[in-house]
């Protein structure tokens, strides 16, 4: 089973049909594979009340990663899981938790991490939209660093066993490219197999169809390799 985190980080999943495109053509190789998809809502997410929205505030993967795993743990109750083969997706603030569980968790054995965020006090500088940032972290990088490396991934980089495929866009502002260099670097340094691809002339969304193709294609492979039976 694949696990697909949502973006925002306030946003949620929702009943969609998935179109061959930027998001909808991964899960669907993945379905037509023999993959389960399983998209959480952990808390942070929109449908459950504002209380509920705000939890994750000063807490980036704390509360929402022991959210999914337990929803992974109710998963496995109603359908038949290879708790041995979880793979875990993620773009935005989704590839950050990628990143995150990468450092977190050795519960999966392959992991997709797009877009995402590896240190938040470098990101804070390099971001073109870091006003969104102050209500969940309570104050700027440069009054309150602490909980910016708290929360990033980096710092608890030599956690990281997982096999980690990357990929961003060249152009990207909201997570922008140097956060998965970072990211990726710190993978080899730590001897963790990883791959990255950076998309030529795309942003934040993946527009262009062969690039789209290069990251379904790139992460189907990677699921493959490392998730299914010998």
Same mark, same amino acid.
């Given at each position: 089973?694949?696990?697909?985190?949502?973006?925002?980080?306030?946003?949620?999943?929702?009943?969609?049909?998935?179109?061959?495109?930027?998001?909808?053509?991964?899960?669907? %190789?993945?379905?037509?594979?023999?993959?389960?998809?399983?998209?959480?809502?952990?808390?942070?997410?929109?449908?459950?009340?504002?209380?509920?929205?705000?939890?994750?505030?000063?807490?980036?993967?704390?509360?929402?990663?022991?959210?999914?795993? %337990?929803?992974?743990?109710?998963?496995?109750?109603?359908?038949?899981?290879?708790?041995?083969?979880?793979?875990?997706?993620?773009?935005?603030?989704?590839?950050?938790?990628?990143?995150? /569980?990468? /450092?977190?968790? $050795?519960?999966?054995?392959?992991?997709? %991490?797009?877009?995402?965020?590896?240190?938040?006090?470098?990101?804070?500088?390099?971001?073109?939209?870091?006003?969104?940032?102050?209500?969940?972290?309570?104050?700027?990088?440069?009054?309150?660093?602490?909980?910016?490396?708290?929360?990033?991934?980096?710092?608890?980089?030599? $956690?990281?066993?997982?096999? /980690?495929?990357?990929?961003?866009?060249?152009?990207?502002?909201?997570?922008?490219?140097? $956060?998965?260099?970072?990211?990726?670097?710190?993978?080899?340094?730590?001897?963790?197999? +990883?791959?990255?691809?950076?998309?030529?002339?795309?942003?934040?969304?993946?527009?262009?169809?062969?690039?789209?193709? $290069?990251?379904?294609?790139?992460?189907? %492979?990677?699921?493959? +390799?490392?998730?299914?039976?010998?």
């Amino acid at each position: 089973m694949v696990v697909d985190v949502h973006g925002g980080p306030s946003a949620a999943s929702t009943p969609a049909f998935f179109a061959n495109d930027f998001r909808g053509g991964l899960p669907r %190789a993945l379905l037509s594979h023999g993959y389960f998809v399983f998209y959480p809502n952990p808390r942070g997410s929109y449908g459950q009340g504002e209380a509920f929205t705000r939890a994750n505030v000063r807490d980036f993967g704390g509360g929402d990663l022991r959210d999914i795993l %337990a929803g992974i743990d109710a998963v496995e109750k109603i359908a038949p899981v290879d708790d041995r083969r979880l793979g875990l997706f993620g773009h935005s603030y989704g590839g950050f938790m990628a990143m995150w /569980t990468v /450092t977190h968790s $050795q519960r999966f054995h392959a992991v997709v %991490a797009g877009a995402g965020v590896a240190n938040w006090i470098s990101y804070y500088g390099e971001n073109g939209i870091d006003r969104w940032m102050i209500p969940f972290f309570g104050a700027s990088a440069y009054d309150d660093p602490a909980i910016y490396r708290q929360l990033s991934p980096l710092e608890t980089i030599k $956690q990281a066993r997982t096999p /980690t495929f990357i990929y961003v866009g060249e152009r990207d502002v909201e997570c922008p490219t140097p $956060q998965s260099v970072e990211f990726w670097h710190a993978l080899n340094a730590m001897g963790v197999k +990883t791959r990255l691809l950076i998309l030529e002339g795309e942003g934040h969304g993946i527009r262009k169809p062969d690039h789209v193709r $290069q990251i379904n294609d790139g992460a189907l %492979a990677w699921y493959d +390799t490392y998730l299914k039976a010998d």
